[in-house]
């Protein structure tokens, strides 16, 4: 809980503070509101207070999520109505001006736990879960942002090398202008986003909602789990191509796209973490690995689980 507070106070300051102070009485109201009871919060708290809580009304497990940051909460709802528990949590109610969400809920541990000993299993299911947020299409005007976007800021901020900079800018006008589908991507579908429901199925859970091509959903999956996934002893060049063969023949998807994109977002997650003056290190390695590992090589791995 206390990583938690540092958290918020390190990024809202005061208005963290205060936030932080009104939490016992939104979740009072909300309890008696929404009818839920038990309530008990999660041990892993970054930036929201998120809590498991019985629904009487209901008579089944729910999550309540609060967060300091209204529009996330806003994002979040708008992806989760979109997705309609297709592959993903199901939204049960909001209220946008107070940062609060009900979603359904979903069973810890995730799909980190299968890392690395079941990793081309964790994969086909991140792809499974990938292909049923992907099918729906976008209306004609749809109110989220876009991996353009996102994109904006990839931009020199005298910590990340400026060759990496440079590189992912390149790339990334370059995937950009040539994207031919346009889905609602979940953002951030990384093995702790995805949980088991009561029905035994994974799903995703806290999705950012964001239009981009399919191939750039992967990139986070990639990445993932850190740091755990760069210790030497895993062999992560392995993992890291082997996870984009799965990924490609089971997606459809082209191989260059999904490892140039990977390379793109890792260094995108060091420019926040830079940002947030958290470790940036970490995605930096992750990005030279997918590069320097997959550049010039072929797979040469068995076949692909497909059950």
């Not at 038990?38 to 998120?50: A, C, D, E, I, Q």
């Not at 979903?106 to 299968?114: D, E, F, I, N, R």
């Not at 976008?138 to 976007?149: F, Q, R």
């Amino acid at each position: 809980m206390k990583t938690f507070y540092r958290n918020v106070y390190n990024t809202y300051g005061s208005q963290g503070k205060t936030w932080i102070e009104s939490l016992p009485g939104l979740i009072d109201h909300y309890s008696k509101e929404w009818q839920l009871t038990n309530l008990k919060p999660f041990n892993n708290l970054s930036l929201n207070y998120v809590l498991e809580a019985y629904q009487t009304s209901s008579q089944s497990k729910v999550v309540l999520k609060l967060s300091p940051s209204h529009s996330e909460i806003q994002l979040e709802s708008a992806a989760l109505e979109f997705y309609d528990g297709i592959g993903c949590v199901k939204l049960l109610n909001r209220n946008i001006d107070n940062g609060v969400l009900l979603r359904s809920y979903a069973y810890h541990p995730s799909l980190s736990s299968m890392f690395p000993e079941k990793d081309d299993q964790a994969v086909l299911y991140a792809a499974s879960i990938m292909k049923k947020l992907h099918l729906r299409k976008l209306a004609t005007k749809e109110h989220h942002p876009s991996t353009k976007d996102w994109l904006s800021n990839l931009i020199s901020n005298g910590i990340i090398p400026e060759t990496h900079i440079n590189k992912a800018q390149a790339i990334s006008k370059e995937l950009l202008g040539s994207q031919e589908q346009r889905v609602l991507l979940h953002g951030d579908l990384h093995h702790d986003n995805i949980l088991s429901n009561e029905q035994g199925e994974w799903i995703a859970i806290d999705p950012k909602g964001v239009i981009g091509e399919p191939a750039y959903e992967i990139g986070a999956f990639i990445r993932n789990p850190i740091p755990r996934l760069l210790e030497e002893n895993y062999n992560p060049s392995k993992i890291i191509l082997r996870r984009i063969e799965i990924f490609s023949e089971y997606l459809g998807v082209d191989k260059e796209r999904v490892k140039q994109w990977s390379y793109v977002q890792s260094i995108l997650a060091g420019c926040w973490a830079a940002e947030d003056s958290a470790s940036w290190e970490q995605w930096i390695a992750c990005a030279e690995l997918i590069d320097k590992s997959i550049l010039g090589n072929k797979i040469l791995f068995g076949p692909v689980i497909t059950k």
